[in-house]
């Protein structure tokens, strides 16, 4: 079965970084990626990683996050820079199995930035 366990979340200053982590396993994941969801807000893609490192990042984050992979360790990691208080949300682990193309969330991470 595939299980994912994130860690990284918490509350920063505005300016701030933190570092998301996310390891998984029980399979080959052909996308990883992280997604957010604010209160009363839909859940939103922040980034996308493939198993052969192409990206792709929401607007709002572009230059500020950076998502990488180690395809040894299963592990997908959201490395956040100059945090705003937009940024408040609560942050899902996304990922896409490769045998089956079935998606598995995460139980999330909340981040907090203070103005």
């Known amino acids: 079965q595939v299980q994912l366990v994130e860690s990284g979340g918490g509350l920063v200053q505005a300016g701030g970084s933190l570092k998301l982590s996310c390891a998984a396993s029980?399979?080959?994941?052909?996308?990883m990626g992280w997604y957010r969801q604010a209160p009363g807000k839909q859940r939103d893609m922040v980034a996308l990683?493939?198993?052969?490192?192409?990206?792709n990042y929401a607007d709002s984050v572009k230059g500020r996050f950076t998502i990488s992979r180690d395809n040894a360790k299963n592990t997908v990691y959201l490395q956040m820079n100059n945090l705003k208080p937009e940024d408040t949300a609560v942050y899902y682990c996304?990922?896409?199995?490769?045998?089956?193309?079935?998606?598995?969330w995460g139980q999330g991470t909340l981040v907090t930035v203070s103005s």
């Open positions: 996304n990922v896409r199995t490769s045998s089956s193309n079935r998606d598995v």
């Open positions: 029980g399979s080959f994941f052909s996308i």
């Open positions: 990683i493939t198993s052969v490192g192409s990206r």
